[in-house]
């Protein structure tokens, strides 16, 4: 079954660029770029999960970063964490021994801040630009090519990149220099973890309550209290399934970038601890893989 959704593009000239990381959002992110018409070449830790793309959307492999990104113009990467990205970008094997001269790296991990600027210190001097690109919308926006992504780089760089990256995405906006857009990642997840408790204590209250909370939530969906969250995951969560994309582990990790740069900027963020704190609960409850919409768990 394909992994991307059916959706029109805008017309955008063809370029030849690379994917790096093919895991739950690259692969489709890959795949909508292929479907616009780009020529894309893949790489993937793991070589299975590149042929596997390959056979399905008609692009080419490499089995190095530095192969993969050979001649291309944008490089595209979305990977794990700031250590995951520091080894495909640099290093013998890394895109930066392998890019060209003018051509942009844009990373769609979630990343650190202070990577986006040591990479992007890396690349200046070899005539690379880096975007940073962390991106919001979960599996279904990958799979959808609805993707809202928050950059952070040089605006010339970001308007060259801008029209290729729409191939999977709704919304491309740039927020400053480096590290702006990880940084904007950061207060994205910190809104998604207070909304996510708010929401789980409303259910399970309600519940306690006796109340029909497929009703309830049809009925303050359409005033004050609706989100995102209660749209997508509410009466999911009511039904006690938790298997929608965006993982726990996933979120710690991300919660983990939001506390580093509080300490360091002296932020204060005393619910988003305490919320990072219950998702803690929930992995010792077996939950690592359970969607972020789990906390519920913990109030059952």
Known sequence: MPSTNARTYDAVAPRRVAFLGLGV???????HLALAGHSVTVYNRSPAKAQAWVAEFKGTSAPTPREAVAGCDIVFCCVGNDDDLRAVVLGQDGALAGMKP????????????????????AAQPLGIAFVDAPVSGGQAGAQNGLLTVMCGGDPIAFETMRPVAMAFSRAVTLLGPSGAGQLAKMVNQICIAGLVQGLSEAIAFGQKAGLDMHQVLDVIGKGAAQSWQMDNRGKTMVDDKFEFGFAVDWMRKDLSLVMDEARRNGARVPVTALVDQFYADVQQMGGERWDTSSLIKRLR
Do not use: C, K, N
């Open 25 to 31: 959002m690259g692969q489709p992110m890959a795949g």
């Open 102 to 121: 003018g051509a942009i790296f844009v990373d769609h991990t979630t990343a650190s801040a202070d990577v986006a600027r040591e990479l992007q210190a």
